[in-house]
């Protein structure tokens, strides 16, 4: 995969942070000088470079997945689970505040916005950890040749971003880190309904309704949610295929009139079945066995 912006020709950096405030959260642009913005550039390649050291074809990033700490993956841009991300990137004029950085336990994630010389915008994230401000910290430096204590607020930039944004996709590199700048886990709540009628259409013969009841305050159900919407793969599900395996991993299904209803306390047993999660081996004959994957990768052949 490659990133649609060419990273040795940056012609313009913008810094910037976001902030939780109150009425919600807000993203401004910061004025820096030349050498900053040169740092970023060298940390953005460096992410980039970070990215490529791990894989050339990162898989999809998936919800309903547990993704390692340091991971690279990607999700195309127009998912409807990546709003603010979406509009930090496109934004044309952000408002710039000099005075942003005064209280540093609101800001949640630092970025920077760059073009290149054919005008191919990206956009760098981190969440805020090490860059707060020191506040309590005594710290000093060596001048002339005696040492002497910092008074001014010092915020420490880290060595890559959690994730960068060019014209189609988001390259992800700590998926926790993304999570939270971009507020998944209210994003996959809020996105219930909408992607429960996605399946409900390739699925009429089942009552999606207890199902989008649970999961709008269950963030697990949310997730498995989520990626069976994205795998579109419930086209061509088989209703008798589908009792069957619910039946052979423990999962209890109720029928009436031709509709297919969740037992109480199935539920997400029955999205893990969905999510292809939810299978059934008898590798010892008369011992069948059932599993939940933690994890899943369709093989090829």
Known sequence: M????DLQSVKATEFGIGRDEDAGQSFVAIPVDGEVQQALNEITLATWEAMQAQTKDPPRYEASEKHGSIEYLHLPLGSDLVTSIRELHSATNLPIDSNALADPSAVFCYFARMIDDVGNRLTAL????????????????????????????????DNDFDLLVDSENIHILRPSGFEFAGKLQEAILEAVPKS??????????????????YALTHP????YIASIRSQKETTNIDKSALKW???ATGVEL??????LAVGDGHIL???????RRRYKLELVKGSPERFRAASREKLGG
């Not at 490659?2 to 912006?5: E, I, S």
């Not at 697990?220 to 997730?223: Q, T």
Request: aromatic share 6%.
């Open 2 to 5: 490659k990133l649609n912006c």
């Open 126 to 157: 981190r969440r805020a950890t090490q860059f707060k401000g020191v506040l309590k910290s005594r710290l000093v430096r060596l001048v002339t040749d005696a040492l002497k204590l910092i008074e001014d607020q010092v915020f420490k930039l």
């Open 196 to 213: 429960v009628a996605v399946i409900q259409k390739d699925l009429d013969f089942v009552d999606f309704a207890p199902v989008q009841e």
């Open 220 to 223: 697990r159900a949310a997730r």
């Open 245 to 247: 395996l619910c039946k």
């Open 254 to 259: 109720k029928e009436s009139k031709g509709m």
């Open 269 to 275: 047993g029955f999205l893990e079945v969905l999510d």
